[in-house]
């Protein structure tokens, strides 16, 4: 019998977690890298390459319909048992997706090179950035821990490179 018990309690746990609290942790994380993304555009200084990404919000759409579609469901079941738990749980999971739908559109539509660091979907400082390559008009490098950064299509590759190798960024 209290094996039982504890089995349910455990499910409740895990479903708490997994549909509610780290999607809603998620949306609020979300939320505020949207508030604060104007201060950190201005702490990136001025650009020298912006990496414009056309309609990438259409990678999202899916999303977006899944969202509504469980919002939908969501209120048809409120409605009809009175149950508001589920309605509670895609609003949650809905404010997660959306945020990160912005989020993707905001630092997408500005990625690129620019005095201080570079924003590829976040600002990364030139103290983060482990190393380049340069291949042609493409550049690539690692940030962080092993994360990797690449744009293609650069016109003024040269004063890119001066600005990597002026930051004691190493090449590859």
Do not use: Q
């Not at 890298?33 to 001025?46: E, P, Q, V």
């Not at 469901?73 to 738990?85: A, K, N, Q, R, V």
Request: net charge positive; aromatic share 16%.
């Amino acid at each position: 019998m209290n094996v039982d018990i504890l089995t349910k309690l455990l499910w409740a746990l895990f479903l708490l977690l997994n549909f509610f609290i780290i999607p809603l942790l998620s949306g609020i994380i979300g939320l505020i890298r949207i508030l604060t993304f104007k201060n950190k555009l201005k702490k990136a200084g001025k650009y020298y390459f912006v990496l414009k990404v056309v309609n990438s919000f259409k990678n999202y759409k899916i999303l977006l319909i899944l969202g509504i579609i469980l919002l939908i469901c969501s209120i048809f079941i409120l409605f009809f048992t009175g149950e508001s738990l589920l309605l509670i749980i895609s609003l949650t999971i809905i404010i997660w997706w959306g945020s990160e739908i912005i989020i993707v559109n905001l630092y997408g539509n500005n990625n690129g090179i620019y005095e201080n660091g570079i924003i590829y979907y976040d600002i990364i400082f030139w103290k983060e950035i482990h190393s380049y390559k340069i291949d042609g008009k493409d550049i690539s490098g690692y940030y962080r821990k092993d994360n990797l950064f690449e744009f293609k299509n650069i016109e003024n590759i040269n004063a890119i490179r001066e600005l990597f190798e002026g930051n004691k960024i190493r090449e590859k």
